[in-house]
Each structure stands twice: as C-alpha cells, then as structure tokens.
C-alpha cells in the first residue's frame, strides 16, 4: 500500500500544477476580487481531490483487471488479486474493489481489520466485490 500511495504522489504532483493552470485560479483571482483567495484555493484543491480520486481509481482497477493482477506494491509484495473463483479480475470487478475499498476507509478502517478474522483473510472491500488476494507462486512467475 505504500508503494502504491507513493505512486500516487507522484501522479498527483504532476496534476497538480496543470490542474490549477488549466483552472486558471490565479489569473481568474487577478481579474476579480469579488471572491477571496482562499475561496479559490479550494477551489483548485477540490478539483485536484477529484483528479486524484479518479487517477487512483484507474490506477487500482486498469492494474488489477490486467494480466499483472495486481498495483505495483502489491507486485513487489509478492500478491496477485483475484476473484473468488481464481480467475482474472474484469475492469468492473475491480472497479467495484476500488469503489468497495472507499468503504473500508470510511469506516475508520474497520473494512480493513476484517482481513484479520476468518480463515480467508478478506477484507471488507475483498468481500463486497468478490475477490481475494493471494500470495504468487513464485514458481509459476520464473516461467513467465
């Protein structure tokens, strides 16, 4: 999750700026003082928290669905995300993990903390869409 989250800064940072370019906060500031400054920054934060969400969004599930079967973290961790009956994730099973996993941190992260009951260890998010994710095997990787 933290290599992840790390990518994601990444990502961000380079919206950011043509976010609030595009948007034009500053020069539209400049030619009207009618709303303060402030109301425009969070204007431009707002935009960039949607932005955000929805690069995140593509992120997990293009990632997920494709034949990596999982986001660069958990690759490097060593888990591939499946579904309930083993197979490949679609783009909306994993679009519906995502959305699902929105949940689990809503919660207070209680969605989360589910992975530590049941013999399964499936998350809230894992259990709404149907999936689960396991450890590769690392035999069948070397053959790829």
Known sequence: MTIDCAVLAIIGAVLLDPIITLLGFSALHEMSHRVPFSVDIIRAYGAWAVAML??????FAILESSRMQATLGKRLMGLLVFTT?????SFREASVRFWAKVLSIMTGF?????????TKRRTLHDRIAGTMVLQSDPEAESSL
């Open 54 to 59: 929805f690069a995140a969004w593509l992120y």
């Open 85 to 89: 009956d083993e197979a490949r994730l």
């Open 110 to 118: 209680f969605g989360f903390f589910l992975a530590l009951t049941g």
